[in-house]
T-cell receptor
Framework: NAGVMQNPRHLVRRRGQEARLRCSPM?????VYWYRQLPEEGLKFMVY????????ESGMPKERFSAEFPKEGPSILRIQQVVRGDSAAYFC???????????FGDGTRLSIL | AQTVTQSQPEMSVQEAETVTLSCTYD???????LFWYKQPPSRQMILVIR??????QNATENRFSVNFQKAAKSFSLKISDSQLGDAAMYFC??????????????FGKGTKLTVNP
């Protein structure tokens, strides 16, 4: 039973480029959460999605960041016009429904040159 | 807003000994979950143990147990018979339990645990 799959594992972008991070939840899970971990910090919540709906985006920066979880396919976290400060590890988690434990993927480490 | 504080940036323990990691939190809610997650150098986030606030009994999972003091808003993790594989960052986390409440996990900054052979 595959866990939460995130790809790529590592992503390198130059300033001004776009970064797309993908997350496939565990089988049977329809709730997805994105977190960001800056160096030497704990994880910070970004956004919570169900299929085709954004439920809570209170942790998302107001500009350049967006997330989606389409009816078919993985959830995508998109960062436009990346800057050095976007360098971080981005984790995705999933659960079968609200109120259930969140299972984490291995994260995507984003490096901005 | 809820906050989680881990006051020990680093801890060390001898193999086979016991260590306790501290965590305090602040919330105005009465019903919630508390978690300890382990993050080894591979960066995976592994759930170690979960506590439901309405349960008075402290959760245990093999060598891992918690001391949950609801009135003091304290949630410490005790690791018994420490093993080299326990070396990792440990994060304490909070989540609301209210239906319709926030599903987000609120994390502390972590404690780096070193296990000495």
């Amino acid at each position: 039973n595959a866990g939460v799959m995130q790809n790529p594992r590592h992503l390198v972008r130059r300033r001004g480029q776009e970064a797309r991070l993908r997350c496939s939840p565990m089988k049977g899970h329809s709730h997805v959460y994105w977190y960001r971990q800056l160096p030497e910090e704990g994880l910070k919540f970004m956004v919570y999605l169900q299929k085709e709906n954004i439920i809570d985006e209170s942790g998302m920066p107001k500009e350049r960041f967006s997330a989606e979880f389409p009816k078919e396919g993985p959830s995508i976290l998109r960062i436009q016009q990346v800057v050095r400060g976007d360098s971080a590890a981005y984790f995705c988690a999933s659960s079968p429904q609200g109120g259930q434990p969140q299972h984490f993927g291995d994260g995507t480490r984003l490096s901005i040159l | 807003a809820q906050t989680v504080t881990q006051s020990q940036p680093e801890m060390s323990v001898q193999e086979a000994e016991t260590v306790t990691l501290s965590c305090t939190y602040d919330t105005s809610e009465s019903d919630y979950y508390l978690f300890w997650y382990k993050q080894p150098p591979s960066r995976q986030m592994i759930l170690v143990i979960r506590q439901e606030a309405y349960k008075q009994q402290n959760a245990t999972e093999n060598r891992f147990s918690v001391n949950f003091q609801k009135a003091a808003k304290s949630f410490s993790l005790k690791i018994s018979d420490s093993q080299l594989g326990d070396a990792a960052m440990y994060f304490c986390a909070y989540r609301s339990r209210y239906l319709g409440g926030s599903e987000k996990l609120v994390f502390g900054k972590g404690t780096k645990l070193t296990v000495n052979p």
